[in-house]
Structure formats: C-alpha cells, structure tokens
C-alpha cells in the first residue's frame, strides 16, 4: 500500500483544514522533547509559532532508555499541549508508547507519533492503524529502508492511509553524533513509496550547532518537513537539551530555512 508501484503520485497527509504534509509547502514541527510545565509548553508553542512553524512538538509519554529516567506528565501533558493549541492555534504532535493509550492520545492530538523504539511494535503499529488520525512513524535506529515501509504496512494494511515517514538518524559506528542522520533514505524512500517524509535533525544528530545545516540539507533533498526539538531553556531541559535549539537559534535557522525550500 505505501509502495509507488500502487499509487505513483505523491500522497499529502491533511493535518487540519489549513495544514497538510506532502504538498508544495514545507512543514515544520517544532517545540520541546518533553512536556514539563504549562508555562515550558506555553512558552515554546508561542516561541516555534512565532518563528514559523506551522506545527508544536512535545512528549507527554516518553520512552525512555532508563526507566529512572522523566518518563512524562502522561494524560496532564496532553492537557497542556492541548492549552498550548488554544493558545496559538498550532496543530500538534505527541508519542504514543502503547496500545491501551492510542485512544487517549489521539482524543487530544492532530498527529500520533511512533517512536524509534517502538517502529516494529506490531501491536501499537496495528491499533493506531484503525484510528482516524495521521501517524508520524519514526525510522528505527537499526532499521532497513525495507522493514520501515514494512512498518508503514502494518498501519496502512489496517486501514488508516494518513502515514508519515520520519528519518531521525541510525545507529552506525559513528560517535561523534549521536545518531547517523540517513538524508539519503529521502532520495530512496522517494523511489519506492508515495507517503511524505520528513526529517528530524535533532536525534539526528544529538547536538543543536548540527540541526541548521541538516535542516537545510534535508530541505535541498526533497524532504517535505522537518521535526525539531527548541526549548526556551535547554540546559534545565528535563530530556535532549544538548539537542534543543534556543528560540532565538530556531527563529534564525526559519530564515534561512526558507531561502532553501524556495530554491528546492
Ligand atoms: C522524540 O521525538 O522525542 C523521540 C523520543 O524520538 P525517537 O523515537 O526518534 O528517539
Ligand atoms: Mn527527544
């Protein structure tokens, strides 16, 4: 289903009335990896809108690689993004980490997220097939092109076409970042599916000086949108603040940013 073979034109997922990913339109998500706080998420909603982006980020479950870890406010961060959506009129995003909440996340959300470590969780991929909601679907880190589009089947094979893909970077024997941002699974995964793709150069990358040039290489790639961690404080950040732009960073990159997308 997601193969070009079945359906040669390049899909575009609606977010909203006025929003969807695929089309001629870049479309940036923006906003912390966590949701802390009401203020936190206020601020950053206001801050990422004000720079541009069309849509906020932020985990309200977290999967964490410890379990000692924040591990998320859970159905108070939802909340608090949904105050956040009234506030600035932003659609959002968040994760959802297993079956039993798909139902509750997506009461609040525009947009599911599958995470890196949950891509090949059969069950998840299958519940959040039969929910009428647009499915951001992460890249696992040490996923093939192949079993990725394989995941995008166990969504869409369950009814829900609204399936984005999300490069974030793969576990390589590079440390020097903390991932291995793949920009050319853009390239490949343009070959071979007709579904949207959109990259994340924040776990990308691990560290907020890599995200601009990332970004605007993506962009130059034909990516159709871009997923970025900005926290109005990233050193109290309470998950990846050396991976979160400051907002004056992020407004900066928009700029730039958008320089790129024309020429793309
Ligand atoms: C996130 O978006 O904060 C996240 C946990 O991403 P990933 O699943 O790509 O690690
Ligand atoms: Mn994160």
């Known amino acids: 289903l997601a193969s070009k073979e079945v359906k040669k034109e390049a899909s575009i ?23 802390e706080n009401e203020e936190q998420i206020i601020e950053s909603a206001i801050a990422v809108k004000a720079a541009g982006a069309q849509m906020l980020r932020g985990g309200a479950f977290k999967p964490r690689t410890s379990p000692y870890s924040f591990q998320g406010l859970e159905e108070e961060g939802l909340k608090l993004l949904a105050k956040a959506r009234e506030t600035t009129g932003l659609p959002f995003v968040t994760e959802v980490i297993d079956p039993d909440s798909v139902d509750l996340v997506a009461s609040y959300s525009d947009m599911l997220q599958i995470g890196a470590r949950n891509s090949q969780n059969f069950a998840l991929l299958k519940k959040v097939g039969q929910i009428d909601k647009p499915i951001l679907l992460k890249r696992g880190m040490s996923m093939t092109i192949q079993e990725f589009l394989m995941s995008a089947e166990y969504i869409m094979s369950e009814g829900n076409q609204s399936v984005i893909l999300c490069e974030r970077g793969i576990r390589t024997f590079e440390t020097a970042t903390r991932n291995t941002l793949d920009l050319s699974a853009i390239p490949v995964l343009k070959s071979k599916t007709h579904l949207p793709i959109v990259i994340d150069p924040s776990h990308g990358t691990g560290n907020y000086h890599y995200i601009a040039p990332m970004s605007f290489a993506a962009v130059a790639a034909g990516a159709d949108g871009l997923i970025i961690e900005v926290h109005p404080d990233p050193e109290k950040a309470s998950s990846d603040g050396p991976q979160s732009l400051k907002p004056k960073k992020f407004q900066a990159l928009m700029g730039k940013l958008r320089l790129f997308a024309e020429a793309a």
């Open 13 to 35: 997922v609606r977010i909203s009335d006025t929003l969807a990913i695929g089309g001629k339109e870049l479309v940036v998500m923006a906003g912390p990896c966590s949701v």
